[in-house]
């Protein structure tokens, strides 16, 4: 079975844009979590659905980010609009049912915002 | 407060040398997980090894096993007979069952350096 898969790999856009990110988990993988890695704040959780439901979204900075997972094989997760500030790499993971299984990440996504 | 603390910013080891990362949680939540996980240079994250709460015996994996000290909340990585090939970021991590919710939590991570 294919792991996480997201794209753009990189995506290089200019403040005021719009950005979406996408990611596809593993097939049968409940839980699907979007991360932000920086140097400055390390990895930070951004949002994390079960089911499809978002549950946790207290980590999305501001309300310019917005993500959504309409159904098991996708989620997007969008920036709009963006800022310099927001240039780091996502990454998206999943992990099965049961809450405590490990997270399986995708490649990320290295955001620079010019 | 930290709940995954992770205090050696960068590690030096010799190739074929064993080598501990250390991790320290905090949690009062009786059912939890610890996971290790390794981040090359070309950034991908790669799981590594788990350890439950509820767990006897230490998790192993190949040539890393997982030193878990209950008391002591400490969750170590060791990885025996070191190869260049291990030099990456290391980043222990835990989920709370907190009632359902199952947030992950992160360190800031370790540095590996395998010299020849």
């Known amino acids: 079975d294919a792991g996480v898969i997201q794209s753009p790999r990189h995506e290089v856009t200019e403040m005021g844009q719009e950005v979406t990110l996408r990611c596809k988990p593993i097939?049968?993988?409940?839980?699907l979590f979007w991360y932000r890695q920086t140097m400055m704040r390390g990895l930070e959780l951004l949002i994390y659905?079960?089911?499809?439901?978002?549950?946790?979204d207290s980590g999305m900075p501001e309300d310019r980010f917005s993500a959504k997972m309409p159904n098991a094989s996708f989620s997007t997760l969008k920036i709009q609009p963006s800022e310099p500030r927001d240039s780091a790499v996502y990454f998206c993971?999943?992990?099965?049912?049961?809450?405590?299984?490990?997270?399986?990440f995708g490649p990320g996504t290295r955001l620079t915002v010019t | 407060a930290q709940k995954i603390t992770q205090t050696q910013p960068g590690m030096f080891v010799q190739e074929k040398e064993a080598v501990t990362l250390d991790c320290t949680y905090d949690?009062?939540?009786?059912?939890?997980?610890l996971f290790w996980y390794k981040q090359p240079s070309s950034g991908e994250m790669i799981f590594l090894i788990y350890?439950?709460?509820?767990?006897?015996q230490n998790a192993t994996e190949g040539r890393y096993s997982l030193n878990f000290q209950k008391a002591r909340k400490s969750a170590n990585l060791v990885i025996s007979a070191s190869q260049l090939g291990d030099s990456a970021m290391y980043f222990c991590?835990?989920?709370?069952?907190?009632?359902?919710?199952?947030?992950?939590?992160f360190g800031r991570g370790t540095s590996l350096i395998v010299h020849p």
């Open positions: 993971a999943s992990s099965l049912a049961g809450g405590l299984d490990e997270q399986y």
């Open positions: 097939s049968g993988h409940d839980y």
């Open positions: 659905f079960n089911n499809n439901v978002p549950i946790d």
């Open positions: 949690t009062s939540d009786p059912s939890y997980g």
């Open positions: 350890q439950g709460s509820y767990d006897q």
């Open positions: 991590a835990m989920r709370e069952a907190g009632g359902g919710s199952y947030i992950p939590t």
